[in-house]
C-alpha cells in the first residue's frame, strides 16, 4: 500500500464538487495539500475545513498555474501527486447552435489548463527526483467518460475531454522510466454544481462526488495504481472495456 500521510498533494479546481471532496478525503488521510480555484472565498471555506493551503489561480493562465506550483514548492520543497481536475461544461446543444466564444473557453480549461498543470508538475517532480527529494511522482488527471465516447448535444465537451486524454496518455508515454507516472480518470455523471446552468435529465441518478473521490484515492493508495480508471455508476454503460493497466 502507498500511504498519502504526509504526501504532498496539489489540486486544481477544489473549491468545489469532486476537487472539494478529493481535497477533505486526502486531508483525513493526512495528506499536505495545495488547492486551487478562481473563487477565493469558496477555497478559503475549503482551506480551512483541511488545512490546505489556497491559491488563487486561473487554469487558463499559464503565470497563475507556475504560481501555484511555486507556491507549493516554497512551502514544502517536492511535490508528490498533482491533480489536474478544473474543468467546465456546456449544456447540451446541437453543433450548430454551439457558442464558439464558450467552446474556446471551454477548451482553454480542460485542455490547456490540464497541459499547464501537468507541464508544472513535471518540471517540479523531474527537478526533486535528480535531487533524490523524491523517489516518484504522480499526475492525475480527471478527464470524463466524454473522452471515451462521441455523445450527442456534448461535441465540445467530449472534443475538450477526447484531446485531454491525448495529451494524457501522451505525457504517460514521454515519462516511461521517469519515475512520474500518468493516471487519467473517467468519471461517468456525477452530481456537481458543474450543471448548474442545466441538469441533466438523470441528474439524479449521478455518483455523489465523496464516492468517487474514494475510489480515485483507493487507487492511488495503490502499490500499483491502475493508469486508467473509468468511474461509472452501477446500470451505466460504455462502448469501451474497462482496462486495468498497472502504472509502471
Ligand atoms: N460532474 C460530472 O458529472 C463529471 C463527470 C466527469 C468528469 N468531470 C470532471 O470533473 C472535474 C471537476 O468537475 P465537477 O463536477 O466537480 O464540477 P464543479 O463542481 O463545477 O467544479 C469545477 C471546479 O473547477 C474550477 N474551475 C473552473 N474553471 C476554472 C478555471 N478557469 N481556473 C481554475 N479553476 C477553475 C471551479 O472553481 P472556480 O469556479 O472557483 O474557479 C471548481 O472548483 C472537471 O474536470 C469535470 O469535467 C465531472
Redesign the pocket.
Known amino acids: 500500500m502507498n500511504s498519502i500521510k504526509n504526501k504532498v498533494v496539489v489540486i486544481?479546481?477544489?473549491?468545489?464538487?469532486?476537487?472539494?471532496a478529493l481535497t477533505v478525503i486526502l486531508a483525513a488521510r493526512g495528506a499536505k495539500l495545495v488547492i486551487?480555484?478562481?473563487?477565493a472565498k469558496?477555497?478559503e471555506e475549503v482551506a480551512k475545513e483541511t488545512n490546505a493551503i489556497p491559491v488563487t489561480?486561473?487554469?487558463?493562465k499559464e503565470g497563475d498555474v507556475a504560481n501555484l506550483a511555486k507556491v507549493a514548492i516554497s512551502k514544502f520543497g517536492h511535490i508528490n501527486i498533482w491533480i489536474n481536475?478544473?474543468?467546465?461544461?456546456l449544456p447540451k446543444a446541437p453543433v450548430e447552435s454551439l457558442n464558439i466564444k464558450r467552446a474556446h473557453e471551454l477548451i482553454e480549461?480542460?485542455l490547456f489548463?490540464t497541459m499547464y498543470g501537468s507541464r508544472e508538475a513535471i518540471i517540479c517532480m523531474k527537478e526533486s527526483i535528480s535531487a533524490k527529494k523524491i523517489k516518484k511522482g504522480m499526475i492525475v488527471n480527471?478527464?470524463?467518460?466524454?473522452a471515451l465516447q462521441g455523445r450527442a448535444g456534448q461535441s465540445a465537451y467530449a472534443a475538450s475531454?477526447h484531446a485531454a486524454k491525448g495529451f494524457t496518455d501522451s505525457i504517460r508515454e514521454e515519462l516511461l522510466a521517469s519515475g512520474i507516472s500518468v493516471v487519467g480518470v473517467y468519471?461517468?455523471?456525477?452530481k456537481?454544481?458543474?450543471?448548474d446552468e442545466k441538469k441533466p435529465e438523470d441528474f439524479k441518478d449521478?455518483m455523489t462526488?465523496e464516492s468517487v473521490a474514494e475510489k480515485i484515492v483507493q487507487n492511488l493508495e495503490k502499490d500499483q495504481p491502475d493508469i486508467e480508471q473509468v468511474l461509472i455508476r452501477p446500470g451505466q454503460t460504455l462502448n469501451i472495456a474497462n482496462k486495468a493497466n498497472k502504472t509502471k
Open positions: 486544481t479546481g477544489a473549491s468545489r464538487g469532486l476537487g472539494k486551487s480555484g478562481r473563487s469558496d477555497l489561480v486561473d487554469v487558463t481536475n478544473a474543468g467546465l461544461w480549461v480542460n489548463g480527471i478527464v470524463s467518460t466524454s475531454k468519471p461517468g455523471g456525477i456537481t454544481s458543474l450543471f449521478f462526488p
